[in-house]
């Protein structure tokens, strides 16, 4: 039972985020790339946060660290969705979605082993999480792949929009 309610809420979560990056036209390239800045941020600063934090704070736990990480993580990611806000045009929606589910993989690879243990129990222990982490490397080159070359189009795409459009529009 815990195990449907897991896979429910990560589907959930999974066609939400889809829903968010094509309604309000968010560049998922950059969501990608800011969650990549969040994890090396949170993997360089969550020790010395949660040690500022020790010293107004009298419980000092690992779940104090994982949610440090979270939020430290969560910040680039938040930040880059405001200020990409209709960042993509309509007709590019749909070619959106292809970095968005890089950046839903990355994000389900970061933010899962972080959520608290009796959230995420069912989930971890079952073999599909099991198979999940052993292909993770290739997931990850994958979906950076996948970034990456979007990110490449769209700037040929800009290039040429320059080469052929008049002066004023450059």
């Given at each position: 039972?815990?195990?449907?309610?897991?896979?429910?809420?990560?589907?959930?979560a999974?066609?939400?985020?889809?829903?968010?990056?094509?309604?309000?036209?968010?560049?998922?390239?950059?969501?990608?790339?800011?969650?990549?800045?969040g994890?090396?941020?949170?993997?360089?600063?969550?020790?010395?946060?949660?040690?500022?934090?020790?010293?107004?704070?009298?419980?000092?736990?690992?779940?104090?660290?994982?949610?440090?990480?979270?939020?430290?993580?969560?910040?680039?990611?938040?930040?880059?969705?405001?200020?990409?806000?209709k960042?993509?045009?309509?007709?590019?929606?749909?070619?959106?979605?292809?970095?968005?589910?890089?950046?839903?993989?990355?994000?389900?690879?970061?933010?899962?082993?972080?959520?608290?243990?009796?959230?995420?129990?069912?989930?971890?222990?079952?073999?599909?999480w099991n198979?999940?982490?052993?292909?993770?490397?290739?997931?990850?080159?994958?979906?950076?792949?996948?970034?990456?070359?979007?990110?490449?189009?769209?700037?040929?795409?800009?290039?040429?929009?320059?080469?052929?459009?008049?002066?004023?529009?450059?």
């Amino acid at each position: 039972m815990a195990l449907m309610t897991s896979l429910i809420v990560l589907i959930s979560a999974v066609l939400l985020v889809l829903v968010i990056v094509s309604v309000f036209r968010i560049n998922a390239v950059y969501l990608y790339f800011s969650l990549a800045v969040g994890y090396v941020l949170a993997s360089t600063l969550s020790g010395d946060t949660n040690s500022l934090l020790a010293l107004f704070s009298s419980s000092n736990t690992s779940s104090h660290l994982s949610n440090v990480k979270l939020i430290i993580l969560a910040i680039p990611v938040l930040a880059t969705a405001l200020f990409m806000f209709k960042s993509i045009k309509k007709k590019r929606i749909l070619i959106n979605l292809l970095p968005a589910l890089a950046f839903i993989v990355l994000a389900i690879i970061l933010i899962v082993p972080l959520l608290p243990n009796s959230n995420t129990d069912s989930l971890i222990k079952t073999s599909y999480w099991n198979d999940f982490t052993k292909m993770r490397d290739l997931m990850i080159e994958l979906s950076a792949l996948v970034a990456l070359s979007i990110l490449f189009i769209e700037r040929i795409g800009r290039k040429k929009f320059k080469e052929h459009s008049p002066k004023r529009y450059r």
